[in-house]
């Protein structure tokens, strides 16, 4: 998935999809932490600069307005800045941890907003 480019037609479907795509790791990672921790490693690592790519693009102040305009790209943006208490590389050793910021943003407020029913957030 490419980097979000947001404006003023960014969609609500649209969001939620990136989340799902985002979410949508954890069931695999989970699977090959224990069977292929390297393959896990090196997926964990891809989906870690994905979401460092758009946290740093919707982070830029000429989006400012944006933000205040739209609740639900500022709810995305609030669900990927979750992500930041992870920092670094992501190792075997810290792979967990990775894993777990996920399941954290799985259940943080923001998504309540973006998934206004809970039956909608995967997993």
Same mark, same amino acid.
């Given at each position: 998935?490419?980097?979000?480019?947001?404006?003023?037609?960014?969609?609500?479907?649209?969001?939620?999809?990136?989340?799902?795509?985002?979410?949508?790791?954890?069931?695999?990672?989970?699977?090959?932490?224990?069977?292929?921790?390297?393959?896990?490693?090196?997926?964990?690592?891809? !989906? @870690?600069? #994905? /979401?460092?790519?758009?946290?740093?693009?919707? +982070?830029?102040?000429?989006?400012?307005? =944006?933000?205040?305009? *739209?609740?639900?790209?500022?709810?995305?943006?609030?669900?990927?800045?979750?992500?930041?208490?992870?920092?670094?590389?992501?190792?075997?050793?810290? !792979? @967990?941890? #990775? /894993?777990?910021?996920?399941?954290?943003?799985? +259940?943080?407020?923001?998504?309540?907003? =973006?998934?206004?029913? *809970?039956?909608?957030?995967?997993?």
């Amino acid at each position: 998935m490419e980097t979000i480019q947001p404006n003023e037609n960014t969609t609500l479907a649209e969001l939620q999809e990136r989340v799902k795509y985002i979410l949508g790791f954890k069931p695999n990672l989970e699977k090959l932490l224990d069977n292929d921790p390297q393959q896990a490693v090196k997926i964990a690592t891809s !989906l @870690h600069k #994905f /979401i460092n790519s758009e946290e740093k693009e919707l +982070s830029k102040a000429r989006y400012d307005q =944006l933000m205040l305009d *739209n609740i639900y790209l500022s709810n995305y943006r609030a669900f990927v800045e979750e992500f930041r208490h992870f920092s670094g590389k992501i190792t075997k050793g810290n !792979l @967990h941890s #990775f /894993i777990f910021e996920i399941t954290s943003a799985h +259940s943080s407020t923001e998504l309540r907003v =973006l998934f206004p029913t *809970n039956d909608e957030i995967p997993f």
